[in-house]
T-cell receptor, first 110, second 113 residues
């Protein structure tokens, strides 16, 4: 079955610094989804990547899927307190479900 | 506003007392699903529904029931809750199925004493 491993598990960065979160799959990814969860709240869709080498950006967040389609990274430029939360990657788990990594907790200190 | 609405937001109950967590979406989505989120285990799917009257088990269905009598509603029923069902529950929907872009509710934090 599909398994997603995220690193790091948690991250504290100073406001204004850049950061990268990684998501590694045990199988080839045919669709990789990034979500953000504010603490204790629902997940908000950020981006979806499908093709090897694909890169998408939204505001200060950039997500990439590697050529082999087994790893994705999420990069935040000039982090702000509003970026704090839990970032989860998700992928097709078969049987009409999305499987998720265990998440990366991000804190942005002033 | 397009949204998935879950109620209640927080719930504390005792072992064995039946409860229902409601979920409603206003986007005319075919697909709806329930997940639970636990520390160290991440999000796991409980049940899903592809359409009215069509439901199927996810990875952790034991102790839960669902129904899909109307397209917009997908309640989660715990007939006899136990402490190991203490968790954060999310309802999600999408237009046609997974793993499309899912829209999530705000979550229900359930504590079973």
């Amino acid at each position: 079955s599909q398994e997603l491993e995220q690193s790091p598990q948690s991250l504290i960065v100073q406001e204004g610094k850049n950061l990268t979160i990684n998501c590694t799959s045990s199988k080839t990814l045919y669709g990789l989804y990034w979500y953000k969860q504010k603490y204790g709240e629902g997940l908000i869709f950020l981006m979806m990547l499908q093709k090897g080498g694909e890169e998408k950006s939204h505001e200060k967040i950039t997500a990439k899927l590697d050529e082999k389609k087994q790893q994705s990274s999420l990069h935040i430029t000039a982090s702000q307190p509003s970026h704090a939360g839990i970032y989860l990657c998700g992928a097709d788990g078969g049987f009409q479900k999305l499987v998720f990594g265990t998440g990366t907790r991000l804190l942005v200190s002033p | 506003e397009a949204q998935v609405t879950q109620n209640p937001r927080y719930l504390i109950t005792v072992t064995g007392k039946k409860l229902t967590v409601t979920c409603s979406q206003n986007m005319n989505h075919e697909y709806m699903s329930w997940y639970r989120q636990d520390p160290g285990l991440g999000l796991r799917q409980i049940y899903y529904s592809m359409n009215v009257e069509v439901t199927d088990k996810g990875d952790v269905p034991e102790g839960y029931k669902v129904s899909r009598k109307e397209k917009r509603n997908f309640p989660l029923i715990l007939e006899s809750p136990s402490p190991n069902q203490t968790s954060l529950y999310f309802c999600a929907s999408s237009l046609f199925g997974a793993p499309e872009k899912l829209f999530f509710g705000s979550g229900t934090q359930l504590s079973v004493l």
